[in-house]
Structures are given as structure tokens and as C-alpha cells.
């Protein structure tokens, strides 16, 4: 992501919503999309009308606390500055606070009314009020300033919004009955530990699940996914009118995953570190209804020794057609090797007159 967005200065700002209304969005998850949206909207709108430029945001959801609590908030990384509608870039630094406070207040309350049934409206009223009328300057609303240069910043950020509910080295012990994990107490500024069954544990941790299908980091304004390309390309037709070239508009090359695990350990993830082959993707095998089958296998070769695979696995041949068994390749027998036990297989397939070698995990 560091590297796809404008190399400009982006600030990490954080919606939250009162206590008491935490619950009605876990019994009612359906509101969590338009929950992101709104705050997005509210930031978009504040440089539409103030500076009219469309900013980039890239919004995440976290929906747990410290101690694994339900407590939904935004995250949101948004460029300081923005793009005028003639391509041109206007850097600001500038958040009001207090008016988005309010503001952000002001539609998760509309929110909330307009989405549920009248019933329960008229249960909820008195949290409703209660929320409106102890946080008078608005809900709680965080965008510090960040320091270092752009891409420290961006990759603080991104890592920050794509963390899960609790990192493992936060667990302190379990002994098969109870949890103990450690949390940062924000009240009192202290750190501390909680005991809990396995079950109540289990509890806390699963309500973090997102619902099937939800997008947790969704992308808005110059950042949406189908204008991205489009509003670089306008920056970078401005920058070369005015000589300009601080946006940093450019597209950078996306690595792929091969690029970047060889750029961050050093070593070719493709490549296997016994015999210093490549790896070749020759099929792929899965469980369905309790039993082993080959999902996907790029030859007949390929095939047959997955479905030998399984069967060394299971101690189950899987059950051919006569046709089938007429074109089977015969099966070697096995050749003794210093690598047996290993719980290892080799592949091979001939490509560009070379011998290349695919190791999967047994």
C-alpha cells in the first residue's frame, strides 16, 4: 500500500462512538458498512466544501478493544490535500476537530434510528439520549499528526489497520481450562491481565469474525479503486505543466508476491532450499464431504500422482473408471532415499529443455 498511494503527508484519524452503543451494532452488524461510510463521508465532504479537492481514503473497521470487547471504530489513512477538478494537487493540514466531532455524532445517532424497527427504537431511546446528551462536544474523533517520512508513516498505518483482534504473544498462559492475556489499560495508562474460560474466551475472539463477503479496508475518493488510475494520471499531467513533482504521482510497478517476500527475507520463496529448483504449481488438492480430491492438476501426469499422493496418505484409492485405469501411468517402485520420512514429494516437469523440481507437503 506504501507504495501505491501519493507519497504525500497522510494522517491517521480514528472514529469512535459511545460505550452504551456498542451492543446495538453487534446485534445489528448489517449497519457496519454504512457505519465506515459515513465517517468517510463526513471527512470527504469537509474538503469538498472547505477546499473543494477530493481527497484519498483508505478506511478500515476494527471492532474489537484491548480486552477483545466489541467496540466498533474507524481507521482511516487520509491524504492531507487533495485533487481540484483540474488535475492540479493542494496540499492542507488542517482538521477540525470539533466540527467533525459533532458531525460524527450527529449521523451514527441517524444512523441507528433510521435502520431500526420502531419497537426497538423506543427500547433504545434512552441510550440514544443518554449518548447525545454526555458527549456534548460529539464522539470521540483522533487524527494526530504523523512524523518521519511518507512511507514510515504509511507503513505504521497500514500495519495498524489490518492487525487482528489479539496478537499471540499477548497470551500469557493457558493451561486447557482458562486464558490469560495481557492489555493495555487506557484509563489509567497501566498494563494488566485478564483470566477467562476457554469458552468465554472463545466467545470474545469469534464476534471479531467478519461476516461473510464484508470488506474490512475499503478505498474512497482518489483511492477508489476504479478512479485510482484515472486521478494519477491527471496529477501527473499537472505536475509536468507547473514542474511540480512532490505528489510523487507516478505509478509505481506492483510487485508480486514472489517480489516481495524475496525483497523483505532475501531468499527466492520459489526456490527449494534442498535441491535449489523452482518450483512449478503442478495441481492443488482439497477436502470435500471428509475425503481428499484433486481440485485442479495442469497434466494427466500431475494427476496421477496427487491421486497417489492421497492414496499413500489415506491408505483409499479412490474409486476409476475402467477407461480411466487403461490410461493410468503405471506406478514406479519406490527408489530408497537419504530424504524418505521427510513427509516430502517431488514433481517434475520439463520446461524450456531444463528439469525443474515442484516439493509439495505431504
Not at 200 to 206: C, D, N, Q, V, Y
Not at 294 to 299: D, M
Not at 303 to 311: D, G, N, P, S, W
Request: with cysteine.
Amino acid at each position: 500500500m506504501a507504495e501505491d498511494v501519493f507519497q504525500v503527508n497522510h494522517r491517521h484519524m480514528i472514529f469512535t462512538i459511545d460505550e452504551g452503543l456498542r451492543e446495538i451494532f453487534l446485534k445489528h452488524r448489517e449497519m457496519l458498512k454504512e457505519y465506515m461510510d459515513e465517517a468517510v463521508r463526513i471527512v470527504q465532504e469537509h474538503f469538498e466544501q472547505k477546499h473543494k479537492v477530493r481527497p484519498g481514503i483508505i478506511a478500515g473497521l476494527h471492532t474489537f478493544g484491548s480486552r477483545l470487547n466489541f467496540n466498533p471504530h474507524v481507521h482511516m489513512l487520509v491524504t492531507m490535500g487533495g485533487m481540484a477538478k483540474d488535475g492540479s494537487w493542494k496540499n492542507y493540514d488542517y482538521v477540525p476537530f470539533q466540527k467533525l466531532r459533532k458531525a460524527w455524532q450527529t449521523v451514527v445517532l441517524k444512523l441507528i434510528r433510521r435502520t431500526l424497527p420502531e419497537e426497538e427504537k423506543k427500547k433504545i431511546q434512552p441510550l440514544l439520549q443518554k449518548a447525545y446528551s454526555e458527549n456534548e462536544e460529539g464522539f470521540y474523533v483522533h487524527a494526530p499528526k504523523q512524523k518521519g517520512n511518507v512511507k514510515a508513516q504509511l507503513g505504521y498505518i497500514g500495519r495498524y489497520m489490518r492487525r487482528p483482534a489479539i496478537a499471540v504473544d499477548r497470551i500469557v498462559s493457558y493451561d486447557g481450562e482458562t486464558v490469560v492475556f495481557g492489555y493495555h489499560d487506557k484509563t489509567d495508562d497501566t498494563d494488566k491481565e485478564e483470566r477467562l474460560s476457554v469458552e468465554e474466551f472463545i466467545s470474545r475472539l469469534i464476534r471479531h469474525i467478519p461476516d461473510e463477503q464484508f470488506k474490512v479496508i475499503r478505498h474512497y475518493g482518489i483511492y477508489a479503486r476504479r478512479a485510482k488510475n484515472i486521478c494519477k494520471a491527471k496529477v501527473k499531467e499537472w505536475q509536468e505543466k507547473v514542474k511540480k513533482t512532490w505528489v510523487k504521482a507516478k505509478q509505481l510497478m506492483r510487485r508480486n508476491w514472489r517480489e516481495r517476500q524475496k525483497a523483505q527475507t532475501g531468499k527466492d520463496p520459489m526456490v527449494c532450499p534442498k535441491c535449489e529448483c523452482y518450483y512449478e504449481y503442478k495441481g492443488e488438492v482439497c477436502l470435500e464431504e471428509g475425503k481428499l480430491r484433486v481440485k485442479y492438476a495442469s497434466c494427466k501426469t500431475a494427476k496421477a500422482v496427487l491421486e497417489r499422493m492421497i492414496c499413500d496418505l489415506t491408505g483409499v484409492e479412490e474409486e476409476k473408471t475402467s477407461q480411466e485405469k487403461s490410461k493410468e501411468i503405471p506406478r514406479k517402485p519406490k527408489q530408497p532415499s537419504s530424504e524418505q520420512g521427510d513427509g516430502q514429494l517431488c514433481l517434475f516437469a520439463v520446461s524450456g529443455g531444463r528439469s525443474h523440481s515442484a516439493k509439495s507437503g505431504a
